[in-house]
T-cell receptor, first 115, second 115 residues
Framework: DTGVSQDPRHKITKRGQNVTFRCDPI?????LYWYRQTLGQGPEFLTY????????KSRLLSDRFSAERPKGSFSTLEIQRTEQGDSAMYLC?????????????FGPGTRLTVL | AQSVTQLDSQVPVFEEAPVELRCNYS??????LFWYVQYPNQGLQLLLK??????LVKGINGFEAEFNKSQTSFHLRKPSVHISDTAEYFC?????????????FGSGTRLLVRP
């Protein structure tokens, strides 16, 4: 399977704990996006990487959130001191190309439940 | 800022009947439009996209959409639905003025196909 993969698929944690999610984009896709989707809503943009550079962060991304994409390959999203409001589906997407618009390919998501 | 409105949160329809899912966006300046489908506990799959050219766009699974610049709409249609089309459908927009090409999603429409 050469699609976008995410790990883990499900994560249950207690409030105050730290969690880390991983996204493996489609090979050679330069662009990588993280979105968050809460129940009954559409996905909301969190952050964007062009290769290894994080070029944009949403105001939704509080100081407790950090994302990396070392070497422009896989990406990680870490949430520190989780809160119940962080419970959501976290989606990763990748897209080819350096310029212009292209389709974003989505992974299956990581569902986070904070107790 | 861009926004997307999906007027119907749920659309019930009988199998083999036609369906239209409505989508309106906030600005017609250099926009690119997408429809994604999401099955339960899965990521998003692209149905179709409008980047330029013909305003009538055909996608997978027999779906099509028409870009209407004057009405700032991008409604999704299918002439005859199947039970397997039951899913959540999201309209999304991005702009050529946004260097990240991040997607702005609507809140989704749940299509419920009844036998």
């Amino acid at each position: 399977d050469t699609g976008v993969s995410q790990d883990p698929r499900h994560k249950i944690t207690k409030r105050g704990q730290n969690v880390t999610f991983r996204c493996d984009p489609i090979s050679e896709h330069n662009r990588l996006y993280w979105y968050r989707q809460t129940l009954g809503q559409g996905p909301e943009f969190l952050t964007y990487f062009q290769n290894e550079a994080q070029l944009e962060k949403s105001r939704l991304l509080s100081d407790r959130f950090s994302a990396e994409r070392p070497k422009g390959s896989f990406s990680t999203l870490e949430i520190q001191r989780t809160e119940q409001g962080d419970s959501a589906m976290y989606l990763c997407a990748s897209s080819p190309g350096q310029i212009g618009v292209n389709e974003q390919f989505f992974g299956p998501g990581t569902r986070l439940t904070v107790l | 800022a861009q926004s997307v409105t999906q007027l119907d949160s749920q659309v019930p329809v009988f199998e083999e009947a036609p369906v239209e899912l409505r989508c309106n966006y906030s600005s017609s300046v250099s926009v690119y439009l997408f429809w994604y489908v999401q099955y339960p506990n899965q990521g998003l799959q692209l149905l179709l996209k409008y980047l330029s050219g013909s305003t009538l766009v055909k996608g997978i699974n027999g779906f099509e959409a028409e870009f209407n610049k004057s009405q700032t709409s991008f409604h999704l249609r299918k002439p005859s639905v199947h039970i397997s089309d039951t899913a959540e459908y999201f309209c999304a927009v991005t702009s050529g003025r946004d260097s990240s090409y991040k997607l702005i999603f609507g809140s989704g429409t749940r299509l419920l196909v009844r036998p």
